[in-house]
Nanobody
């Protein structure tokens, strides 16, 4: 069984920074792309950032230049460094990873979500 466990959310003032992490555990054979999504109340879940197993990255236009996604393959962990935070960044942030196991093949797994609130 594979689990993704997120940490690092919280309350921050506009202009501040937060760092999220998401660690995958279980009977993992390989981890391919890892992603961060977010969902604000009343909105659809949106893709924030992607990082491939080779380290290539892509970002939503709304976070380019402010957020940085990275990963530590030895720790099966993905990070999201968020700087210059704005109130519109307030949302529940979810990590997602495409993971293969020897028993279930390759599929997407989701973390439980962590709340990020940007407010003065």
């Amino acid at each position: 069984q594979v689990q993704l466990v997120e940490s690092g959310g919280g309350l921050v003032q506009p202009g501040g920074s937060l760092s999220l992490s998401c660690a995958a555990s279980g009977s993992i054979f390989s981890i391919y792309s890892m992603r961060w999504y977010r969902q604000a109340p009343g909105n659809q879940r949106e893709l924030v950032a992607v990082i491939t197993n080779g380290g290539g990255t892509q970002y939503a236009d709304s976070v380019k230049g402010r957020f940085t996604i990275s990963r530590d393959n030895a720790k099966n962990t993905v990070y999201l460094q968020m700087n210059s935070l704005k109130p519109e960044d307030t949302a529940v942030y979810y990590c997602n990873a495409k993971i293969s196991t020897l028993t279930t093949g390759t599929r997407d797994y989701w973390g439980q979500g962590t709340q990020v609130t940007v407010s003065s």
